[in-house]
């Protein structure tokens, strides 16, 4: 064994660059940007550049209708206005999500019941979201966090039994496969973010937009109605009856996504198969050097899920009782001595915690616990969701890499054989 702890004084396994080596084309980028700037196309939407986003994601997801939206957060709203959620209705999400990933349905008027992830795959739990359902669900809301598809076949079995609509948040999950049907082309509706920028940003990133895709033309043109305002040809293009007689404003929000967003995601949407690949190939490098390590091991997939960690990155179970009791952030600030990006423990937000839920805040919204569209939010409290609330202390993560530093993987993993082999020092 290579001498000491590095937390205890010795040397530090990893010497190697940890950071990203990836660089993604920013000459193209700037090319792509500069002529819509010379061109002036720099608000519209059913055209040009934007048009060309749509066709391009709806041709490498293998889907029949894609629209274009401001955020990812519009996009999940307009998905859950083209399911039917209203006030009143209730929809399920994971209590271990994201506020952003509902706010659409919350400021609605739809109240949102939270249900327990599955501590192997980490993911919305459809055994436990099933004993939720009540006459007033309408939707559930599955979020592919990391990009690790969730179970959409008993997820998609439970919502045809019970008459409900998936919508689903794949904020992460461009480019992730169900039974090799990537996702977008395999359940009700999907929305996307494209938040940020690559690496570290939404898988596919071009500042701020996002992305709902379906094959449904009825979810479609719901999508369609609500948020593109002045989208030249919307009407036209509508076939529900009811909905052309709508005017050109249609249902008056304006969603749509700025052009240069658009112009900067075409370009990631090009890379991101070749940047899907090196992160699996490196990932799977590393998995296979730290098999049979005790006390850490990969986040369990379902059987036909496919997907990578450009965003959220690649988690761990830890599992103390293998190491002695040794806690989960002692291991972590061990082998962040050595060098190693490791972080945790945390498995991310709390939802049924949120301050909404937990605290009295009159004044926020209003008398009592009224939510953003004056309709009761629900209240929780801690020990509510006892799965989801201990998995917290035993997940860690690691952002992985496209392109890792000469020797970095390697050196990764011989500091998780180190930190474990040499557990004993630390307690
Ligand atoms: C980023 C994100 C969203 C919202 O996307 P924006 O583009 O930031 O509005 C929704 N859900 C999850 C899980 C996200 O990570």
């Known amino acids: 064994m290579a001498g000491d702890l590095a937390i205890l004084g010795g040397e530090k396994t990893i010497t190697a660059d940890g950071g990203e080596q990836w660089r993604r084309p920013v000459e193209a980028e700037k090319a792509a940007v500069c002529a819509l700037i010379d061109e002036g196309y720099l608000s519209g939407s059913g055209s040009g550049v934007p048009k060309e986003f749509e066709e391009r994601f709806a041709e490498y ?15 999940l709203a307009s998905g859950f206005f083209a399911a039917g959620l209203g006030a009143g209705d209730e929809f399920i999400t994971p209590s271990v999500g994201y506020i952003g990933s509902y706010a659409g349905a919350l400021h609605m008027g739809a109240t949102p019941v939270f249900c327990e992830i599955d ?7 459809p055994d436990d979201a099933a ?7 309408r939707v559930l809301s599955p979020i592919h966090s990391c990009g690790r598809v969730c179970d959409m076949d008993r997820l998609l079995a439970l919502a045809d039994d ?28 999907a929305c996307f973010s494209m938040q940020g920028s690559t690496p570290g940003g939404k898988p596919v990133a071009g500042g701020e937009a996002g992305i709902v895709a379906t094959n449904d033309r009825e979810l479609y043109e719901r999508a369609l109605i609500y948020c593109h305002l002045h989208r030249p040809g919307a009407v036209q293009e509508l076939t529900n009856p009811v909905y052309r007689e709508l005017e050109p404003q249609l249902l008056g929000w304006k969603w749509r996504p700025h052009p240069l967003a658009m112009a900067i995601g075409l ?4 890379h991101l198969p070749e940047r899907m690949d090196r992160f699996e190939a490196n990932r799977e490098a590393l998995f296979r050097k730290i098999e049979g390590l005790p006390g ?25 009782e293998a190491l ?33 839920y937990t605290k009295d805040l009159p004044g926020l919204w209003g008398a009592g616990h009224d939510g953003p569209a004056n309709v009761p939010l629900p209240r929780y409290r801690e020990g509510d969701f006892p799965v989801s609330e201990a ?19 390697d050196q990764f993993a011989a500091a998780f054989r180190k930190v474990v082999l040499q557990h004993q020092q630390l307690l």
């Not at 501590?119 to 739990?125: A, I, R, V, Y």
């Not at 370009?267 to 090009?270: A, F």
């Open 61 to 75: 997801v293998g889907c029949k209708y894609v629209l274009t939206t401001s955020h990812g957060h519009t996009a």
């Open 267 to 270: 370009v990631s949407l090009e």
């Open 391 to 409: 998995i917290r202390g035993r997940v860690l993560s690691y952002p992985g890499h496209i392109q890792a530093a000469d020797g970095f993987i």
């Open 324 to 356: 002695g009791g040794l806690p989960a952030a002692r291991f972590v600030a061990a082998m962040r001595a050595e060098g190693a990006p490791l972080n945790g423990p945390g498995v991310g937000h709390m939802e049924h915690l949120r301050s909404i």
């Open 119 to 125: 501590p192997e795959t980490l993911l919305m739990d």
């Open 296 to 320: 850490i091991r990969p986040v369990c997939n379902y059987r036909k899920a496919k997907g990578v960690e450009l965003y959220g990155g690649i988690r761990f179970i830890y599992e103390p």
């Open 162 to 189: 019970r008459g409900l609509v998936v919508v689903e948040d794949a904020a992460h999950a461009h480019g992730s496969e169900w039974d090799g049907v990537k996702v977008g082309n395999l359940g009700h509706i």
């Open 131 to 137: 004993r939720r359902i009540t006459d007033r669900t």
